[in-house]
């Protein structure tokens, strides 16, 4: 199992600097109680979680958390604060500001850890739930347009518009990243990623479900004469995905 990553920002605590140090689950990847150093760490080694004291030199957490949401648009890291600072405005602040959590001191390693694992656990879950919904989404968009499931071109399709959804900007780059991508995840070539989607595209259109793909979309935008090529159709799928958000 890979370890996950904890930056610990918070000088005093030598209790908890030993027990991750040597834990078999997490990897203690920094430490500093100096927020200016805290902001130029975590933006380069990214940890899955920072455990933070609210008061540090140079900067405190808050302006660290507030510094990091600007700068990480990915790869944001779960922040626990940790501090003998117990007044509720401070609480609800650091959870407004989108903090994770907040663990008055004196703090336990084992209840530090707790915590963590529930906070991993509930990131799992809800993009496994999300990630659910979405083929769930776009099966039903396939199934409605005349997209047989058993052919191979519907699964490159559906991973193609679970991409697109991704990383949006991947349709302008079809041949050079999307066939690609979808090729190793499926153990092909691009070309057969491609092949196997036109034939889906041909199947659908063949089956004369022309209409369903119009009355979907709210526009009438092909006939029985025209067919959408691999990208628009993928991009007309992940617009829609990511439109409802």
């Given at each position: 199992m890979e370890k996950q990553k904890i930056y610990l920002a918070d000088s005093e605590d030598d209790?908890?600097?030993?027990?991750?140090k040597t834990s078999e689950r997490y990897s203690l990847v920094g430490m500093s109680a100096d927020g200016n150093e805290v902001l130029k760490d975590v933006l380069l080694l990214k940890?899955?979680?920072?455990v933070m004291e609210v008061m540090l030199a140079g900067m405190d957490g808050f302006m660290v958390m507030e510094n990091l949401k600007k700068e990480m648009k990915e790869n944001m890291p779960k922040i626990v604060f940790?501090?003998?600072?117990?007044?509720?405005?401070?609480v609800s602040k650091a959870i407004?500001?989108?903090?994770?959590?907040?663990?008055?001191?004196?703090?336990?390693?084992?209840?530090?850890?707790?915590?963590?694992?529930?906070?991993?656990r509930s990131k799992t879950s809800t993009q496994e739930s999300g990630e659910k919904q979405l083929e769930e989404k776009i099966s039903n968009i396939f199934i409605?347009?005349?997209?047989?499931?058993?052919i191979k071109g519907y699964q490159f399709l559906r991973e193609a518009v679970k991409l697109a959804v991704e990383e949006p900007e991947i349709i302008g780059s079809?041949?050079?990243?999307?066939?690609?991508?979808?090729?190793e995840r499926f153990d092909t070539s691009s070309s057969k990623v491609e092949r196997g989607m036109r034939h889906a595209i041909e199947v659908a259109w063949n089956r004369g479900k022309i209409e369903n793909i119009n009355s979907l979309f709210g526009l009438k935008i092909y006939n029985s004469n025209e067919k959408p090529t691999n990208g628009e159709l993928i991009a007309l799928i992940?617009?829609?995905m990511i439109m409802e958000g």
């Open positions: 209790v908890l600097a030993s027990y991750f940890p899955d979680f920072l940790i501090s003998n600072l117990s007044h509720s405005g401070f407004k500001e989108g903090a994770s959590y907040f663990m008055v001191k004196p703090v336990s390693p084992e209840n530090l850890e707790q915590r963590l694992k529930d906070l991993a409605s347009i005349g997209i047989p499931a058993h079809i041949t050079k990243r999307l066939y690609p991508t979808i090729a992940a617009d829609k």
